[in-house]
């Protein structure tokens, strides 16, 4: 199949990649230029465990190509998906400038019949919104449906290669066996292409997302509570989790959930639920809370100090909003960098992917390391803020010796509290009393 992927972001270049991997011919558009420059020279902009090998194999192979011109790259294709961000407007809801400005251009570049996706996260009415605008350009027949994305960023292209399920929001009959085909491959050991209405394929994204960030708050609420009566979250999850109706996946207590959905995801939905005057105040809950554990981990720092952080020098592992990706957008790491910043502390960090985009946030304020232990030296404490593997099982007595004093505030519970204390180090974590 001939396939156009506007907006080569996190989700549009997995799905451009990955679509090309199974043999079609895809062509991925992007207004960056700067990014389509990069990826035509072999670059992969992000941080995604096995895509580079993957757009380079398919690139030279002549399936995957990318171009800047977005009417062109929607005349080749017969299939287009919309993949372009959908950041928050000011008042919560999802601003769709990049949505409807993509469904002009298709409009007046629709040569031929074509079916056009709406693959970013978008409220229900969306596809309505794309049809009625390409409509206004065409008089050539087209349809719209609503595929919403599921991967995620660290996992991406195996979770695209290998979805649990694939949801697809469309009425016509040509639709559904044309997305049919196009994800045969991807499902063929029979996790389920689910077919329903546009609304509802549409609302499933947002309810998914706001259901995680649920779990995680919950979570994040009982390890607080953990802290204050003497109980241990990490025992309270496993006996939670191994009842099957609960399951262990997503129990982990955290800094607080970040990253370009879940956020977004919650704020959006609650938007769309007041405009309806549907009261969804789980959600305004989750999201309060949400607010108050990103500023949790610093608390925790300035506790250990009495709140003296003035002229205090502060190593923190992990920038990015979670392990094996790049993306800072809303990381819990800004939260806590601001307020270390703030309180007179000076920060020296390292990240395994996500120093270039950290730059762009704090620029010369902080002090940048490329090895995890370089950045202890001579630091009053170290504050763990994201998952890597590397920081996973580091070597304690290497880290006693680099740091001034040994403090650790873990905000992923990677370490045992007991082995720390018994190292010699004072060891701050989530949800485990101190
Ligand atoms: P992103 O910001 O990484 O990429 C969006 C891309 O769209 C950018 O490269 C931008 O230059 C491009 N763009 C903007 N306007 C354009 C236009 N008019 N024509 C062509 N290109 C244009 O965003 P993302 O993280 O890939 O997310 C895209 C959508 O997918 C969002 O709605 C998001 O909520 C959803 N989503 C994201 C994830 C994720 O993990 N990142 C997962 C599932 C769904």
Same mark, same amino acid.
């Given at each position: 199949m001939n396939v156009g992927v506007i907006g080569t972001g996190y989700v549009g270049l997995v799905v451009g990649a990955c679509l090309a991997e199974t043999g079609n011919r895809v062509v991925c558009a992007d207004v960056d230029e700067r990014k389509i420059n990069q990826l035509r020279a072999g670059r992969i /902009? @992000?941080? $995604? /465990?096995?895509l580079e090998p993957m757009v380079q194999r398919n690139e030279a192979a002549g399936r995957l190509r990318f171009t800047t011109d977005v009417g062109a790259a929607v005349e080749a294709s017969s299939v287009v998906f919309i993949a372009v961000g959908t950041p928050p407007d000011e008042d919560g809801s999802a601003d769709l400038k990049h949505v409807l400005a993509v469904a002009n251009t298709i409009g007046e570049h629709m040569n031929d019949t074509k079916i056009i996706i709406t693959k970013s996260t978008v409220p229900v009415g969306t596809a309505r919104m794309v049809h009625d605008t390409i409509a206004a350009k065409t008089a050539t027949p087209f349809h719209v449906c609503s595929n919403p994305e599921f991967l995620k960023e660290g996992s991406a292209v195996n979770d695209f290669m290998k979805p649990d399920r694939v949801v697809i929001g469309a009425t016509s009959e040509d639709v559904k066996s044309t997305l049919s085909e196009l994800y045969g491959p991807f499902i063929r050991t029979g996790n389920p292409l689910i077919f329903m209405d546009i609304a509802s394929a549409e609302l499933t994204k947002y309810a998914a997302n706001a259901m995680l960030a649920t779990r995680i708050t919950f979570m994040n609420q009982i390890a607080e509570l953990c802290e204050n009566v003497g109980a241990d979250v990490a025992l309270v999850r496993k006996g939670i989790g191994s009842d099957e109706r609960i399951g262990p996946a997503f129990l982990f207590p955290g800094p607080g959930y970040g990253g370009s959905c879940f956020p977004k995801d919650v704020r959006a939905l609650l938007r769309t639920a007041s405009e309806r005057s549907v009261t969804l105040d789980v959600l305004s809950a989750v999201e309060e809370g949400n607010f108050r554990q990103k500023k949790r981990l610093g608390a925790k720092v300035a506790a250990v100090f009495d709140d003296a952080l003035a002229g205090k020098r502060i190593a923190v592992w992990g920038l990015a909003f979670k392990a094996e990706t790049d993306d800072m957008r809303e990381s819990p790491a800004i939260d806590l960098v601001e307020s270390l910043l703030e309180k007179g502390a000076s920060v020296q960090a390292h990240? /395994? %992917?996500?120093?270039?985009? %950290?730059?762009? @946030?704090? $620029?010369?304020? @902080? %002090?940048?390391?490329?090895?995890?232990?370089? %950045?202890? $030296?001579?630091?009053?404490?170290l504050v763990v803020v994201t998952e890597w593997l590397a920081f996973r099982a580091p070597d304690f007595q290497r880290m006693k010796a680099g740091l001034k004093t040994p403090v650790i505030v873990d905000g992923r519970n990677l370490y045992d509290p007991d082995k720390l204390r018994a190292l010699g180090f004072t060891y701050r974590c989530i949800g485990r009393s101190a």
């Open positions: /902009p @992000i941080h $995604e /465990p096995g990240d /395994p %992917a996500a120093m270039t985009n %950290a730059r762009r @946030i704090f $620029e010369d304020r @902080i %002090a940048y390391h490329d090895d995890m232990y370089d %950045a202890l $030296e001579d630091a009053d404490a």
